[in-house]
């Protein structure tokens, strides 16, 4: 528990722990970027990171994205590179174009990140942060669950990862989204509200402003911690799993014209969540591409099932049964 001094307010706290937490251990000198919005979960990270960062020794930058979709973006933009060089922090704008690929959320995100990593790099940044909270990870398992991704969508975000070569941090995981807001207030603060994030055209702002009010209406308060509980089980679970596969897989695969191939005994000898993700694992390690659980129960039952069918098509590869082998290949 964080000694707090008279007077520091707990919402404010909470968060400077937080960020404290994620950033222990970067080497003192090092840079570290905010990707700040304006909003009070970025701008209380912003603040909380300002603070941390001098008292550890650190660099602390922020770098806001104009996506440039929506009328005054750029003024918003500017507004909150603003409050972050009152913080103290080297504030940055990058404006980026946004494609169509994926639908707008998809191709914003892609975009931002992209963004994100540049800015990052140029900085020699060592970690960007982001605002993400406990609400954000319980939206993401909700819309994992509608979509029936299975397990790895259901993981949620993790609160550290790589983005292009960059430490991607994500300290307000397990802080809620009116803590931020809570924290902005203390400080004077006054963030910018998204016009989109009230957006009904956008599923995550369905699931934030219509499912999550009636799971909590109907079933009880504690349905966002709840979620992200189960998404921090996935993900020691997937960790298992990765581990798992790593000692399997050197002895079961070998190197085929144009491929890769696995022995079919040793794929049915594992239990089928094993096997799949064996499967899965292949795939995107070798043909960067993902197989939804259909193609992939497809693909097992060339092991399970065998009886003489022919080549299965998937993304990037295909598949197809030679003697006691699966092979991969590409198309």
């Not at 494609?99 to 900085?123: F, H, I, K, S």
């Not at 609400?135 to 949620?156: F, K, M, P």
């Not at 993900?235 to 990765?242: K, L, M, Y």
Request: charged letters at 25%.
């Amino acid at each position: 528990m964080e000694e707090r001094r008279p007077g520091l307010d707990p919402a404010v706290a909470e968060v400077r722990l937080a960020v404290r937490r994620a950033l222990t251990g970067l080497e003192p000198g090092t840079t570290v970027v905010v990707a700040l919005s304006g909003g009070a979960d970025s701008l209380a990270l912003a603040a909380a990171t300002a603070f941390e960062a001098r008292k550890l020794g650190l660099r602390g930058a922020a770098l806001t994205v104009d996506h440039g979709l929506q009328e005054g973006s750029t003024d918003a933009a500017a507004a909150a590179a603003a409050k972050a060089e009152a913080l103290g922090l080297d504030a940055r704008v990058a404006r980026v174009q946004v494609g169509a690929a994926g639908g707008p959320e998809a191709a914003a995100r892609e975009a931002r990140y992209t963004a994100l990593a540049d800015g990052a790099r140029a900085l020699g940044a060592a970690a960007i942060l982001t605002g993400h909270t406990l609400d954000d990870q319980a939206e993401t398992v909700l819309l994992g669950l509608a979509r029936g991704a299975g397990g790895t969508s259901l993981q949620g975000m993790a609160e550290a990862s790589d983005l292009d070569g960059v430490a991607l941090l994500r300290p307000l995981l397990g802080v809620r989204r009116a803590t931020t807001r809570r924290a902005c207030a203390a400080e004077g603060l006054e963030p910018w509200d998204d016009p989109h994030n009230l957006e009904p055209r956008f599923a995550r702002v369905r699931v934030r402003e219509k499912v999550l009010p009636v799971l909590e209406a109907e079933l009880g308060p504690g349905i966002a911690e709840a979620l992200a509980r189960t998404a921090a089980q996935l993900r020691e679970d997937a960790e298992a799993f990765d581990e798992m596969i790593d000692e399997t897989i050197e002895d079961i695969v070998e190197h085929a014209e144009a491929g890769i191939s696995v022995s079919a005994a040793a794929l049915a000898a594992n239990p089928a969540a094993l096997r799949n993700r064996i499967i899965r694992h292949v795939v995107a390690s070798e043909f960067h591409e993902s197989l939804t659980r259909s193609q992939t129960l497809e693909v097992a039952r060339l092991v399970t099932d065998w009886s003489g069918q022919g080549p299965i098509d998937l993304p990037g590869c295909r598949a197809r049964r030679v003697g006691g082998r699966v092979e991969f290949t590409a198309r």
